[in-house]
């Protein structure tokens, strides 16, 4: 089945820093990834749809400069949180879907548990 | 606009009993409709979906679910709970029935005890 592979799984760093996180389709190419936000107890929030050698679409509210999506090829797209904050700690989740996939599901990485001191 | 509603934050069920979460969605045009589970700090898995056809899906694990269009609903469905079956449960629709956005519920915890 389809694998979508999200590294690191959790990362501790401190405030201020950048953090750097990858979501990897390992067996299908992927037009299409979103990266979601998960608060405890919530549901997810989208933040942006990542498009293949375009800019990505960011949500209402989700600063562009603060979260930065690069979807550089067909199987891989990274999200960058910038100069990070006690309040930007979460489960970050990313999703794709098949090339020409319509109607077929998205799947999901595994989510990066980012924790900001 | 698309909505998703789960009525319910939490489920409980005694295993080997049949279970039910609820799904109700709001949406112009066709549905497509989704199930996913997440366990413990992991990301979402799939579980079944319907986009046309009968409406009785059946999905991993034992799920299935049922479309109802008249009551516009998707509920969740086994008909005998396990232990290994206590996680989140998020329903889902897609807009406009395209490649396009996922709109999620706020999740149902199941928990089926021994």
């Known amino acids: 089945g389809a694998v979508v592979s999200q590294h690191p799984s959790r990362v501790i760093c401190k405030s201020g820093t950048s953090v750097k996180i990858e979501c990897r389709s390992l067996?299908?190419?992927?037009?299409?990834m979103f990266w979601y936000r998960q608060f405890p107890k919530q549901s997810l929030m989208l933040m942006a749809t990542s498009n293949e050698g375009s800019k990505a679409t960011y949500e209402q509210g989700v600063e562009k400069d603060k979260f930065l999506i690069n979807h550089a090829s067909l199987t891989l797209s990274t999200l960058t949180v910038t100069s990070a904050h006690p309040e930007d700690s979460s489960f970050y989740i990313c999703?794709?879907?098949?090339?020409?996939?319509?109607?077929?599901?998205?799947?999901f990485g595994d989510g990066t548990r980012l924790s900001i001191l | 606009a698309q909505s998703v509603a789960q009525p319910e934050d939490q489920v409980n069920v005694a295993e080997g009993n049949p279970l039910t979460v609820k799904c109700t969605y709001s949406v112009s045009g066709n549905p497509y409709l989704f199930w996913y589970v997440q366990y413990p700090n992991r990301g979402l898995q799939f579980l079944l979906k319907?986009?046309?056809?009968?409406?009785l899906v059946k999905g991993s694990y034992g799920f299935e679910a049922e479309f109802n269009k008249s009551q516009t609903s998707f509920h969740l469905k086994k008909p005998s709970a396990l232990v290994s079956d206590s996680a989140l449960y998020f329903c889902?629709?897609?807009?406009?029935?395209?490649?396009?956005?996922?709109?999620f519920g706020k999740g149902t915890k199941l928990s089926v005890k021994p």
């Open positions: 319907y986009i046309t056809g009968d409406n």
């Open positions: 999703s794709a879907t098949f090339v020409g996939g319509g109607n077929q599901p998205q799947h």
């Open positions: 067996d299908f190419q992927a037009t299409t």
């Open positions: 889902a629709v897609r807009e406009g029935g395209s490649q396009g956005n996922l709109i």
